[in-house]
């Protein structure tokens, strides 16, 4: 099975067995996140990117915005109010389903959503004013197509445009062996055609990977595309991850 396929795959079982808890892994709401207090992280987080986007003088116009990762909508239902198009994209049809469904039951948001299908963006090009990619480019297997990713993103923003992608630059390269020792066995059943809900609840896990790009070459990639990285917001956190969020706009 190609990476790509393998990611897809996993994710379409993250959006049957836990797509809440796998879009925000708080420990304590495994199985069962409040919906009102989900969304309201989204809110939060949308809120503050845009916030932020302003003070550097972006978005110039409030016409397209793109949620890349959007899993079931948490920030793409908060983005709506604030542009005349906003849309979710997701590798994983289950996520898309769950964030329409969700979307409708909450009140619609005006918010549109679909599948990723692997084209870079390419019917995207100059036109996505807001770009936000938050707590997504980590569980992207490869390096070559986190730059990929990256490289669309600059292409695929307006000239007064900014993407706010967030990308850890360091990961412990230990805690991904652990965990895929402990996930080995309960993924051969699932191979197996055992259900990826039978076996949640029996302590599988979907694939859940971390990746990292050090900070020097993301803004490598960045600026090789003809981006310019307006900031970087930076934290980390107990496990060794060093978040970072690029703001990015075109040069």
């Known amino acids: 099975m190609r990476r790509s396929d393998k990611l897809r795959s996993a994710w ?18 495994r199985g069962g996140w409040d919906l009102d207090r989900f969304f309201t992280t989204g809110l939060e987080a949308a809120g503050w990117a845009l916030a932020h986007a ?36 997701d590798i994983a049809a289950t996520m898309v389903d769950e964030a329409r469904r969700l979307d409708a039951q909450r009140g619609a948001s005006g918010a549109e959503f679909a599948v990723y299908e692997g084209d870079d963006l390419a ?3 100059g036109s996505v004013d807001f770009l936000v990619s938050l707590l997504v480019l980590q569980h992207v297997p490869s390096r070559d197509v986190i730059a990929g990713l990256l490289r669309a993103f600059v292409r695929a923003l307006s000239p007064g445009g900014i993407a706010a992608v ?20 309960g993924d051969r059943l699932r191979a197996a055609g055992l259900s990826a809900r039978f076996l949640y609840r029996r302590g599988w896990e979907p694939e859940m990977l971390m990746n990292a790009i050090p900070y020097d070459a993301a803004v490598a990639i960045l600026e090789g595309a003809g981006g310019e990285v307006l900031d970087v917001t930076e934290s980390s956190i107990g496990d060794g991850v060093v978040n970072k969020i690029y703001f990015v706009a075109q040069s």
């Open 12 to 29: 379409e079982d993250w959006g049957r067995v836990d797509p809440l808890w796998a879009v925000l892994t708080d420990g304590e709401r």
């Open 54 to 89: 302003e003070q550097l003088g972006r978005p110039a116009d409030r016409r397209v915005a793109l949620d890349f990762g959007c899993g079931v909508g948490r920030l793409t239902r908060a983005l709506a109010p604030h542009f005349e198009r906003t849309v979710g994209l």
């Open 166 to 185: 967030h990308l850890p630059s360091a990961v412990p390269p230990s805690s991904q062996g652990e965990r895929r020792l402990r996930m080995k066995a």
């Open 123 to 125: 019917d995207w090009a």
